[in-house]
């Protein structure tokens, strides 16, 4: 079998993941902080920074769960049972949020789709966060299928991944705010981003502390030799990072806190990565233990390389069409 | 209490998938009609093709949502309910759904971006664009899943190693031999769904005397649709049910309830299949009508239900019943179609209130035709899942029934609170009608569809109608 084509699809997948982190992460992100003002106008505000693009960066999830299937079909059969119950619940908050989008304007009173919205968004990035957490930590597999307990996942470690993805979430929709939004929204979310970024880092720190005191196969990836000559560098650049964002927002800029902010976030992205590598289901499942046969990747393949540099592109042309701020009271007509 | 994990995982799928296949029946055909409406106000400058374009995307706008939140729960049932299906037939069918993805929903979700919002931020040729590759997105999603559920029905370009299917021929994969019949009755069954839609709510309209010129416009439209439409659907069906005695005939017997094979068939045009005696009770019959259609001999003889063990054969008063709903909502289409069309030519259309009072009922004979005709070919599969490599009850995940079912009802209740105030929007915003575009921007109102249909909400409850 070609040993390049799933490492190939492994790095397309979680390309996708890091693009529905990031796209998605933002627009949950308003859901999570939209219980903090109470000023509908204002919520108006927030939700139409992100309505012509909530639709699109959601299909992302769709390409990682497709994708994973294609790619590599008995990780998706293992992982998908294993994580029943928050993938269920997180497909559910989707739905929620989804339809708030559209239903929480008509309704004589707003209360119940703002709370659809709020509950549906932070819900969603809970459950992913247990998803991811419990999927570190590892996954009883027996003869390729899943055999482990139902609530298998539901562990300290992934709670705590819920609640660090809802702060990085939030963290990512407050400096999507500061720059799409004008007037007090984008006052409050200055300060919103400074506390969440707070948290942000207090749970990187937790969890970079947690993964190899409880795992040693992470420890020895990360402080055997030679590897942590190559690997501190990621350490000192997310402090770099959270440094300059701290900066950014204090001096009131527009555009660099978001910039910032997706960077902190490819970062710990990064250092999962490097923590799993090439676990796709730690502990026993490696991509080339679970990737589909050569010919339906290189079917998928073939296509995914020519079809992703043209969805990517009218992407940017819907981000670019729709660039600039939108203010209180405006609307898209 | 036993529970049976294998029915309720059918159960979940079933009602999902249900849920799921009124959103995209509708808006595969209004996609089309509001591209259309788009390139006749292109053409002829017409204001009223123009409201109708955005009356119309506002009622799409919603549907669409329901349609994107309820299709991405299946695409992640495939794994939490039947992770067996997804690892033996994963290697074929996991590669369409990635197609899907990567060249229509990213096509659809981006370019409906530029349709509800980017109105004044695009020319109209742009504006009309977008609404074009909405319509070919949703078009080519049915492309894709459509290959997909045909290679299960009648599986081609495979090989089985160890149990587990491996592509051998894309081309034979896609091009399935049920692929291009189900593509083309699908389609056809999605545009006659939406032309019912717009019929009913033209019909409406003129009845309560209001916005009569665009209802007018909607009416002649959509006849026009259906009367090719219509008629074109039962031959279509007819070469798709040849296309599967050919490939399923037990599929075909159950639908016809047949259960003899050495005997020619008789059309049941009701009767109540008893499985366990293997004969119909109650029967109104057409003697030999089904050995007719299908073997264009009145003593052509096709396979009977008794010609395998039952356990080889699918829940047959399932597929029987729904396939005589199909069939009924099919013919009264034509009849509809045909006797509008026929009003239209004599100039009285818009006159004979009672054919209007009819078809203002009628919007939902196409959803419900479009259901009963997946119930027959779904259940008409059973037991397999993917014909003659999967059993169903071999593919579900080592998931325990609690859970199964404690999903199923969260599915449920949720479902049935987003659907239903859904589709009580959606009445709204028919219920306010096309709008012009000077009229929304004197009221003030924001042009997001739900906002539009909140005024209208609004409008109603305080009287001021």
Redo the contacts between chains.
């Keep these: 079998m070609e040993w390049y084509l799933p490492v190939i699809w492994a790095a397309l997948i979680g390309t996708a993941v890091a693009m529905y982190v990031i796209l998605d992460g933002f627009d949950l992100g308003i859901g999570i902080l939209f219980p903090f003002t109470r000023n509908e106008s204002e919520r108006d505000q927030m939700m139409r920074s992100i309505?012509?693009?909530w639709?699109?960066n959601?299909?992302w999830?769709?390409?990682g769960?497709?994708?994973l299937?294609?790619?590599f079909?008995?990780a998706?059969?293992?992982?998908?049972?294993a994580f029943?119950?928050p993938?269920?619940v997180m497909?559910?908050a989707?739905?929620?949020r989804?339809?708030a989008?559209?239903?929480?304007?008509?309704?004589?009173s707003k209360t119940a789709w703002n709370f659809a919205f709020v509950a549906g968004s932070t819900l969603a990035a809970f459950s992913q966060g247990v998803i991811l957490g419990a999927l570190i930590q590892g996954v009883t597999v027996q003869n390729?299928?899943?055999?482990g307990g139902?609530f298998d996942w539901a562990t300290p470690f992934a709670l705590l991944c819920g609640f660090s993805l809802i702060a990085g979430y939030a963290l990512l929709g407050a400096a999507w705010l500061i720059m799409k939004t004008e007037g007090p929204v984008t006052e409050r979310a200055r300060g919103q981003a400074k506390i969440c970024l707070l948290l942000v880092l207090g749970c990187m720190g937790a969890v970079s502390l947690w993964t190899p005191l409880s795992i040693p196969r992470i420890a020895e990836r990360w402080f055997s030799s030679p590897n942590i000559f190559f690997l501190w560098p990621v350490p000192v650049l997310t402090a770099l990072v959270a440094f300059g964002l701290w900066r950014w927002i204090e001096a009131r800029r527009d555009v660099l806190p978001f910039v910032a902010s997706i960077a902190l976030f490819l970062l710990g992205y990064l250092g999962l990565v490097i923590s799993s590598y090439p676990y796709l289901v730690p502990p026993s499942l490696t991509v080339w233990d679970t990737a589909?046969?050569p010919?339906?990747q290189i079917?998928?393949l073939i296509?995914?390389l020519f079809?992703?540099p043209i969805?990517l592109g009218?992407?940017v042309?819907?981000y670019w069409?729709?660039r600039g701020k939108v203010r209180e009271g405006e609307?898209?007509? | 209490m036993d529970l049976d994990p294998v029915l309720l995982a059918r159960i979940q799928f079933a009602f999902t998938v249900t849920f799921h296949i009124i959103f995209p029946s509708f808006t595969i055909g209004l996609s089309a009609y509001i591209a259309t409406l788009g390139v006749m106000w292109l053409r002829t400058d017409e204001e009223r093709y123009h409201r109708l374009m955005r009356f119309w995307t506002k009622i799409f706008?919603?549907s669409f949502?329901?349609g994107?939140?309820?299709?991405?729960?299946l695409?992640?049932q495939?794994?939490?309910n039947w992770?067996?299906f997804?690892?033996v037939v994963?290697?074929?069918v996991?590669?369409l759904?990635?197609?899907?993805?990567?060249?229509a929903?990213?096509?659809e979700?981006?370019?409906?971006?530029?349709l509800?919002?980017?109105?004044?931020?695009?020319p109209p040729w742009l504006y009309v664009l977008a609404a074009g590759i909405v319509a070919a997105g949703t078009a080519m999603s049915a492309f894709w899943i459509l290959a997909a559920n045909s290679w299960m029905q009648t599986p081609a370009g495979h090989e089985i190693r160890g149990g587990i299917a491996?592509?051998?021929d894309?081309i034979g994969i896609i091009f399935n031999p049920s692929f291009p019949y189900r593509m083309a009755h699908m389609l056809n069954a999605a545009y006659l769904t939406t032309g019912f839609v717009v019929l009913a709510v033209g019909a409406r309209y003129l009845l309560a005397g209001k916005f009569t010129e665009d209802a007018r416009t909607m009416m002649r439209m959509a006849i026009g649709l259906l009367v090719i439409l219509a008629p074109l659907q039962l031959f279509i069906g007819d070469q798709h049910g040849l296309n599967t005695l050919k490939h399923q005939p037990i599929k075909v017997a159950a639908m016809e309830g047949h259960w003899d094979g050495s005997k020619p068939g008789d059309f049941h045009i009701f009767a109540w299949p008893d499985e366990k005696a293997e004969t119909n009770r109650f029967a109104i019959s057409i003697p030999r009508g089904s050995s007719l259609i299908l073997t264009h001999d009145p003593n052509g003889l096709f396979p009977g239900l008794k010609s395998v063990p039952a356990s080889e054969r699918p829940p047959v008063p399932s597929v029987f019943f729904a396939f005589r709903v199909m069939l009924g909502i099919g013919f009264f289409m034509i009849a509809a179609a045909l006797f509008g069309a026929w009003l239209w030519w004599r100039g009285r259309l818009f006159e004979t209130r009672w054919y209007l009072h009819i078809v203002s009922f009628t919007w939902w004979t196409g959803f419900i035709a479009v259901i009963a005709g997946w119930i027959v070919t779904e259940s008409g599969r059973q037991p397999w899942i993917a014909q003659g490599i999967l059993r169903t009850a071999d593919a579900i995940?080592?998931?325990?029934a609690t859970?199964i079912l404690?999903?199923l009802v969260?599915?449920v209740v949720?479902?049935g609170i987003?659907f239903s105030?859904?589709i009580y929007?959606i009445n709204?915003l028919i219920a306010q009608g096309p709008q012009g575009r000077a009229l929304?921007?004197a009221t003030g109102?924001?042009?997001?569809?739900?906002?539009a249909?909140?005024a209208a909400?609004g409008d109603a409850?305080s009287g001021r109608h």
């Design positions: 309505a012509p693009f639709d699109g959601e299909t999830l769709v390409l769960g497709g994708g299937w294609v790619a079909p008995t998706y059969a293992v992982i998908m049972p029943y119950l993938v269920i497909l559910l989707l739905v929620f989804g339809v989008f559209e239903f929480r304007l008509v309704s004589k390729g299928a899943f055999a139902h589909a046969v010919a339906s079917f998928m296509g995914t079809l992703l969805v009218y992407v042309f819907i069409l729709f609307s898209y007509h | 706008a919603v949502a329901m994107v939140v309820s299709g991405i729960v695409s992640y495939f794994g939490t992770s067996r997804s690892v994963g290697n074929v996991g590669p759904i990635g197609y899907e993805v990567l060249t929903f990213f096509l979700a981006t370019f409906l971006g530029i509800l919002f980017g109105f004044d931020r695009v491996y592509p051998a894309w995940s080592p998931v325990p859970s404690g999903t969260l599915f949720c479902y987003v105030m859904g929007y709204r929304e921007h109102l924001p042009n997001r569809p739900i906002a249909a909140g909400a409850m």
